[in-house]
């Protein structure tokens, strides 16, 4: 398959299975999603059905049983383990329902994480973490830790974290799902304002059906298989 101009994601037949002693049980199903840049995708269906196992296989957070993964018709899986968890910090963010924020650490602090473990010095991502707080409203908030801050607070801190590489692509898993409904539309339309401003491609999870509809594409899932695709735009 020959890769688009805008096209920044690609997999081909993604198949995963997990072993247990009952036997073999498949999660994924043959998944064939080209994803563009620029865009917002929603992942949907009921749970169980294998999104977050495809959005971990998306971010090289788990590997795929067989089939293929191609960031610019890079095949990442083909990649060494050292060169792929390189990859994996400069490419792509992540956004989770439970934000995973350090609690002994201030949010200037979590937001600066991902950029000194890729190797960056410490003043360009202190300046980069402050700027990004800034932008998402929280530059009142740098000092706090995680237990000083509201629940929406701390995902727009889990946000600027997922920002600090300036990523291709944004993969979120139920970001809105720990959130209130007045908390989690602010957090879609911040979602809406990155990608408008940076041209930031987002992949979402998500039961929130506003989110889902804001969106460019929405691809349903039913047990393990892409059951359908909606065009948004």
């Not at 989110?211 to 059951?227: R, V």
Request: a neutral charge; glycine letters at 10%.
């Amino acid at each position: 398959m020959q890769e688009t101009v805008n096209e920044l994601i690609r997999t081909i037949d993604l198949q995963k299975s997990y072993v247990t002693k009952a036997g073999e049980i498949p999660v994924l199903m043959g998944l064939n999603v080209t994803i563009e840049r620029g865009e917002v995708i929603s992942i949907m269906g009921s749970s169980g059905v294998g999104k977050s196992t495809f959005l971990h296989c998306l971010g090289a957070l788990d590997r795929p049983t067989s089939g293929t993964v191609l960031y610019e018709g890079v095949d990442i899986f083909k990649l060494n383990k050292r060169e792929l968890a390189a990859f994996r910090n400069k490419t792509i963010g992540f956004v989770f329902q439970f934000h995973h924020l350090l609690a002994e650490f201030s949010a200037l602090e979590n937001v600066m994480m991902p950029g000194l473990i890729g190797g960056l010095g410490r003043d360009e991502v202190m300046d980069r973490a402050v700027d990004l707080l800034k932008e998402l409203g929280l530059e009142k908030r740098l000092k706090h830790t995680p237990g000083e801050l509201s629940g929406g607070e701390q995902q727009r801190v889990a946000v600027a974290r997922a920002l600090i590489m300036d990523p291709l692509v944004v993969l979120a898993d139920e970001p809105t799902g720990n959130l209130d409904m007045r908390t989690g539309e602010a957090l879609i339309d911040l979602i809406h304002e990155i990608n408008a401003k940076k041209s930031t491609t987002f992949v979402i999870v998500t039961h929130n059906t506003l989110l889902a509809h804001k969106g460019n594409k929405i691809y349903y899932m039913i047990d393990g298989a892409m059951a359908g695709r909606e065009i948004r735009r």
